[in-house]
């Protein structure tokens, strides 16, 4: 079993997880945080997984992303049939990962089989997964197939590693071992049974209602706050003199916060009623404005560190890249009318 130091040891500088941290994650059972225990996963509740993820960002930040998204990911082995997902999941070392754009089409047949045709960007963990997810417009005789209301249809489908072509294109400044690369999927027939649709379940647990906008929200920001909190324990180190006090204290008050709102979540859930729309929209502003936050902090901090830490083999610098590469992601990007260059 390997902790944090040694993790961070393998992972310093490196371009890719490696085999003894991939050991470590599947011996630990730590992609199945998500997965019901009925089919071999953990069975977290919400806010025992955010715990989880944050203790991972902390560490590292690519060894936290990896987790986080395949986790993620094996999430939906409660949107496919318990048939398929007992198959997939009793293999202890099973991880999915893919992409969440549309972006190829999937064929329909007519024996309940669909074609899939198409290329995905930013797949976290390509290198280790063992099925790819992805999202494709279903299409009949090459043409989309449109629902009631005249949108076209969106379903999401299970393929594994070996029918996929991966992409090695990572080139961002941070998350270099996250493995984040493109797929394509060229002609692979694949039967109904491994398509599914994030909104329909095949368990029962208080973790399928919880708004899907909400668990993405959550899972990111834990990781931003476990990054943040990595970030000053390397930046003592280098300048010891300034004072992190502030900083650490608040970084810890937002996690708490962030489990207080998954608490609230599940309670609510319990009760059977919803989490309604004004709910998951405060809880995306508040979101967006604290990456806001922890990234002017992050950024002013570094600034005041010194040369040391401008060497690209250094851990501050390391998990300052990583900070900012995953804080580009597109869930808490303000919209452009919000943007203010002036000064």
Not at 305 to 326: E, K, N, P
Request: net charge negative.
């Amino acid at each position: 079993m390997l902790n944090t130091k040694d993790i961070r040891k393998e992972l310093q500088g490196a371009s890719v997880i490696s085999d003894k941290v991939i050991q470590h994650i599947h011996e630990e059972g730590l992609l199945k945080i998500w997965v019901p225990k009925k089919y071999g996963g953990l069975g977290y509740r919400f806010e025992e997984g955010l715990k989880a993820l944050f203790g991972w960002a902390e560490t590292d930040g690519s060894f936290g992303w990896m987790l986080t998204l395949c986790a993620g990911a094996n999430y939906f082995s409660r949107n496919i049939k318990p048939e398929v997902a007992q198959l997939l999941f009793t293999n202890s070392n099973t991880c999915f990962g893919g992409s969440g754009m549309v972006g190829g089409t999937a064929e329909k047949q007519n024996d309940n089989t669909y074609i899939i045709n198409g290329l995905w960007n930013f797949a976290t963990g390509a290198p280790h997964l063992t099925h790819f997810t992805l999202n494709a417009r279903i299409t009949e005789k090459g043409k989309p197939v449109l629902d009631h209301e005249g949108s076209e249809i969106i379903h999401s489908f299970i393929i594994p590693r070996e029918q996929a072509e991966i992409i090695p294109n990572w080139k961002s400044m941070g998350m270099k071992a996250s493995g984040t690369y493109s797929f394509t999927i060229e002609n692979v027939v694949v039967s109904e049974d491994y398509s599914f649709v994030y909104d329909h379940f095949f368990t029962d647990d208080i973790l399928d209602s919880i708004p899907f906008r909400v668990f993405a929200d959550l899972t990111l920001l834990v990781n931003y706050l476990g990054m943040s909190a990595h970030f000053i324990e390397e930046a003592r180190l280098i300048r010891p003199q300034i004072n992190f006090k502030n900083f650490a204290e608040s970084v810890e008050r937002h996690f708490e916060k962030v489990l207080s709102m998954a608490r609230n979540i599940e309670n609510i859930l319990a009760d059977n009623k919803e989490i309604s729309a004004d709910q998951q929209n405060e809880i995306h502003t508040y979101g967006t404005a604290l990456t806001s936050q922890l990234s002017h902090q992050i950024l002013t901090v570094y600034t005041q560190l010194g040369i040391r830490a401008t060497a690209i083999d250094s851990a501050v610098y390391q998990v300052f890249c990583d900070y900012f590469t995953a804080a580009m992601h597109s869930n808490f990007r303000p919209s452009d009318d919000d943007l203010d260059f002036s000064f």
